[in-house]
T-cell receptor, first 115, second 112 residues
Framework: KAGVTQTPRYLIKTRGQQVTLSCSPI?????VSWYQQTPGQGLQFLFE???????NKGNFPGRFSGRQFSNSRSEMNVSTLELGDSALYLC??????????????FGSGTQLSVL | GNSVTQMEGPVTLSEEAFLTINCTYT??????LFWYVQYPGEGLQLLLK?????DKGSNKGFEATYRKETTSFHLEKGSVQVSDSAVYFC???????????FGIGTKLQVIP
């Protein structure tokens, strides 16, 4: 069974540009969540999607947005990039029946560098 | 809101030494507690979990006990190996959705 796939693996952008990251969850998983990982802040929750609907959102500005397609694949978009957006962006998928026994499966991440 | 506190490290140990990584939390309700591990260049993998007070999670020689009275979930291993070198994240969820609150991560280096 294939794991969570994130593309691309690495990205280099300049300030002011926009970027789109992609995440394909494990087959059968309906929930996809996104996290930003930086050395200073650790892992910060961005948002979670289930059945094409955003179900939960972290404390990030509106420049960060996402969506989920009918096949559960998800994309994350960051507009007007800032230097501080440089980070590893991790995607996680789960079956999402909810509850304390839910298990998250993480992809290897997309490393975004903003110059 | 929810929060998780753990030492950032790095923690450097010799092979076969005893490991403890402390983790304390603040949460509303009755959270589930987790330890995730991140090997270099990879995403996070669930190491162990505990869903209620006094539960002990264990996997690959690692253990952690859910202590409600001290709001702690310390990770322990009796004898570490070089292959255990990684970053360890304490985390919690509270409520039915997949919003996980992570600690800052503790980098462990095990030297031969």
């Amino acid at each position: 069974k294939a794991g969570v796939t994130q593309t691309p693996r690495y990205l280099i952008k300049t300030r002011g540009q926009q970027v789109t990251l992609s995440c394909s969850p494990i087959s059968g998983h309906r929930s996809v969540s996104w996290y930003q990982q930086t050395p200073g802040q650790g892992l910060q929750f961005l948002f979670e999607y289930f059945s094409e609907t955003q179900r939960n959102k972290g404390n990030f500005p509106g420049r960060f947005s996402g969506r989920q397609f009918s096949n559960s694949r998800s994309e994350m978009n960051v507009s007007t990039l800032e230097l501080g957006d440089s980070a590893l962006y991790l995607c996680a998928s789960s079956l999402s029946v909810g509850g304390p026994n839910e298990k998250l499966f993480f992809g290897s991440g997309t490393q975004l560098s903003v110059l | 809101g929810n929060s998780v506190t753990q030492m950032e490290g790095p923690v450097t140990l010799s092979e076969e030494a005893f490991l403890t990584i402390n983790c304390t939390y603040t949460a509303t309700g009755y959270p589930s507690l987790f330890w995730y591990v991140q090997y270099p260049g990879e995403g996070l993998q669930l190491l162990l979990k505990a869903t209620k007070a006094d539960d002990k999670g264990s996997n690959k020689g690692f253990e952690a006990t859910y202590r409600k009275e001290t709001t702690s979930f310390h990770l322990e291993k009796g004898s570490v190996q070089v292959s255990d070198s990684a970053v360890y994240f304490c985390a919690l969820t509270s409520g039915g959705y997949q919003k996980v609150t992570f600690g800052i991560g503790t980098k462990l280096q095990v030297i031969p």
